[in-house]
Structures are given as structure tokens and as C-alpha cells.
């Protein structure tokens, strides 16, 4: 079992619906309060963007989007589906959600919630 770690209520909660087709966009738009000119900002919103379809392409209840601007920056992203994500065979098209994740973040992982799952990913912000 994953123990949580309590980081208190999230800077930026973002939920979305089964079909919005406009939910990436609307991710990004509400971790800007977080991100500012953070070098690491497109980091972010492009795995932001990911975790965010990846929910609206794989399950059928929308999500939740959630983030911390501390350092690192956490980005969360729940639904209510019980599976875990796999990565795709590298022949496939698409499917390489994650691997981009993966890619730009610090560091990522997933785990198994109550109600469903949750991937998670880490941005550290350089220090000035």
C-alpha cells in the first residue's frame, strides 16, 4: 500500500467530464496561478495535458486535477477507474502518454485509490 502523504489542501483542483474535449485546455489554463514563468511551466502543462486526455480516452467518469506550486511542483490526476495504466507497445499508435510524462518530469508514478486511481508527477523548480 502507497502512503499518502498529506500536503495539505491542493493550490489548484481542476475537475473535468467524460467527453469535454476542451478539459486539456482548461488544465492548463487553471495551473497557471501555480507556474507563472516557472522554467519548468511547459513541463508541466504538457504532462498536464496528457494525464488529463489520458482519463478522457480511457475511462468513462471524467477526473480530477490536482496541484501543489511548492518545490517540487506535484501535479495529480484521479479518476474512477480501477485499472492502472500501461504503457503501450512502441509500435502502436498513440499511447505514449506516459512515456512523455515520464520524459518531463522529475519524477512520476501511479497508484491505486479508494475510489479508483491516481497518476502523479513531480516538476522541480530550479533554484535561484
Given amino acids: 500500500m502507497v502512503r499518502q502523504i498529506d500536503r ?3 493550490d489548484v483542483e481542476f475537475t473535468f467530464q ?3 474535449l476542451l478539459a486539456p485546455r482548461g488544465a492548463r489554463h487553471a495551473l497557471q496561478s501555480v507556474l507563472g514563468s516557472a522554467p519548468c511551466a511547459n513541463d508541466v502543462t504538457l504532462a498536464a495535458s496528457e494525464l488529463v ?3 478522457l480516452m480511457h475511462t468513462d467518469n471524467g477526473g480530477l486535477l490536482q496541484a501543489w506550486g511548492s518545490n517540487p511542483i506535484r501535479l495529480e490526476v ?6 492502472l495504466p500501461a504503457d503501450a ?3 502502436t499508435v498513440g ?4 512515456r512523455i510524462v515520464g520524459a518531463v518530469s522529475s519524477n512520476w508514478g ?3 485509490t479508494p475510489d479508483g486511481k491516481m497518476v502523479w508527477a513531480e ?3 530550479p533554484l535561484e
Fill in 123 to 125: 516538476f522541480r523548480r
Fill in 89 to 91: 507497445p512502441s509500435q
Fill in 110 to 112: 501511479t497508484s491505486a
Fill in 53 to 55: 486526455t489520458n482519463v
Fill in 95 to 98: 499511447g505514449r502518454g506516459l
Fill in 8 to 10: 495539505g489542501p491542493a
Fill in 18 to 20: 467524460n467527453g469535454d
Fill in 78 to 83: 484521479h479518476d474512477t477507474s480501477p485499472g
